[in-house]
């Protein structure tokens, strides 16, 4: 089992930036695929940003390039996504994510995740 709690969500003005984190604890950490998706009101949950085991490799959402940045922490069990330049439509609740599969580009659909957290609510006001 690995249990992750994000943190970091919170209210910002359009352009402004926020720093989330996803704490884990459980299984080896570094053994696992991290992800950050996202979920609108009235939406799917989509796919944010993926990063690999060892850090090296992401892969983003191509709206959010550029904008946000993935990037993780092992001796410490955390994940981290930077937002900058916020938009309004980046408006949703937040969710890491882990999976026990190897890396690649495509680790974008939600049933390749084995474990979530409950969620970090981002608001951007215009």
């Known amino acids: 089992q690995v249990q992750l709690v994000e943190s970091g969500g919170g209210l910002v003005q359009a352009g402004g930036s926020l720093r989330l984190s996803c704490a884990a604890s459980?299984?080896?950490?570094?053994?696992?695929?991290m992800a950050w998706f996202r979920q609108a009101p009235g939406k799917e949950r989509e796919f944010v940003a993926t990063?690999?085991?060892?850090?090296?490799?992401?892969y983003y959402k191509d709206t959010v390039k550029g904008r946000l940045t993935i990037s993780r922490d092992n001796a410490k069990n955390t994940v981290y996504l930077q937002m900058n330049s916020l938009k309004p439509e980046d408006t949703a609740v937040y969710f890491c994510?882990?999976?026990?599969?190897?890396?690649?580009?495509?680790?974008?659909?939600?049933?390749?995740?084995?474990?979530w957290g409950q969620g970090t609510q981002v608001t951007v006001s215009s």
């Open positions: 459980g299984r080896t950490f570094n053994n696992y695929v």
């Open positions: 994510a882990a999976s026990s599969r190897p890396y690649y580009s495509g680790n974008t659909d939600p049933t390749m995740y084995d474990y």
């Open positions: 990063i690999s085991w060892s850090g090296g490799r992401t």
